[in-house]
């Protein structure tokens, strides 16, 4: 039986709790598998509260929380007392993944992105991820090419048993990317600025991902 790519949604930088009625609306159709909460820069007890006000919007839907930070915060500190369900860190050294790993356990997820290189993702999946993410908005933005992120995806989904995650700019680039066999397909603001709002744009997401071309 085919097994369709499952959706994994990436916040803007939250701020504060104001943004989990947002979550909530995008995750209650149940077609999201985890939501990718992107923390700004701040201190730990900041971050850990905010974790907290926002976690059950996404996972009372079932979906995971999975935290990321802009600054230097402890992140598997503020995962394990904030109650997600896993770290990400971008363009990480294989060190500082072997540490959440060690430090997570098996309990939490730890998923990397920003992955430059072939031989960066093999080092970063022999690291002990449980995902990597290809395609990503950069820091300032900027998106690397439709065809080289299809590209990475497809060679790593037909290789590697770790699963990955591939980023769709748009609702319609996402056919194009569940060919490649990814096992996740991520949206961000294809999501959250949908004229129709969130869950439309899931919705639509998913029923282009139920589509037989689409299927594994």
Known sequence: MSESARLY????VVEDASFAPTLAEACKGGAVAA?????????ERSLVNLVKAVASSVQEHGAALIV???????LANVAVRGGADGAHVSGAD???????RERLKGERAVGVGGIRTRDDAMT??????DYLLFGEPRRDGSLPSLESVA????????????PCVAFAPG????????????EFIALGDAVWSHPDGPLAAVKAAAE???RPEASH
Do not use: N
């Not at 949604?9 to 803007?12: A, D, E, K, N, Q």
């Not at 990321?68 to 402890?74: I, L, N, P, V």
């Not at 294989?94 to 959440?100: D, F, K």
């Not at 970063?124 to 991820?129: K, Q, S």
């Open 171 to 182: 609702l319609d680039t996402v056919e194009t990317l569940a060919a490649t066999q990814a």
């Open 151 to 162: 590209e990475r995806a497809a060679w790593w989904a037909e290789i590697f048993e770790t």
């Open 208 to 210: 282009i991902l139920s």
């Open 35 to 43: 939501v990718l909460l992107r923390l700004p820069a701040a201190d």
């Open 94 to 100: 294989p060190e500082l993944v072997r540490e959440l």
């Open 124 to 129: 970063l999946g022999e690291a002990g991820v």
């Open 68 to 74: 990321s930070t802009e600054g230097e915060a402890d």
């Open 9 to 12: 949604l990436i916040t803007p």
